[in-house]
Nanobody, 119 residues
Framework: QVQLVESGGGLVQAGGSLRLSCVAS????????MGWYRQAPGKQRELVAS???????VYADSVKGRFTISRDNAKNSVNLQMHSLKPEDTAVYYC?????????????WGQGTLVTVSS
């Protein structure tokens, strides 16, 4: 099993910055890509950014140039540095790390951390 614990959410004014962190524990050797998703009220969960074990990144168009995802494989952690935050970035942010169980990839999610951006 793999467990993900997030931290770093909170309330920030528009234009401000926040840093989210996620630490994985358990069978971390089964993890490859790690990422961040978000879900705003009344909307579907969407990918924000992801990073592979070798550092290849993917970003949603809406956050390109403002958010940066990074990873520390030795610490089994992934971070999301968010700058120039906008009210539309308000959402619950979830850490994601699919794990390989020998047959298939299984989704693993953190508990979520709320980011609120005030205008």
């Amino acid at each position: 099993q793999v467990q993900l614990v997030e931290s770093g959410g909170g309330l920030v004014q528009a234009g401000g910055s926040l840093r989210l962190s996620c630490v994985a524990s358990g069978r971390t050797s089964s993890i490859s890509t790690m990422g961040w998703y978000r879900q705003a009220p009344g909307k579907q969960r969407e990918l924000v950014a992801s990073i592979t074990s070798v550092g290849t990144t993917v970003y949603a168009d809406s956050v390109k140039g403002r958010f940066t995802i990074s990873r520390d494989n030795a610490k089994n952690s992934v971070n999301l540095q968010m700058h120039s935050l906008k009210p539309e970035d308000t959402a619950v942010y979830y850490c994601n790390a699919p794990r390989w169980d020998g047959y298939r990839w299984l989704e693993v999610w953190g508990q979520g951390t709320l980011v609120t951006v005030s205008s």
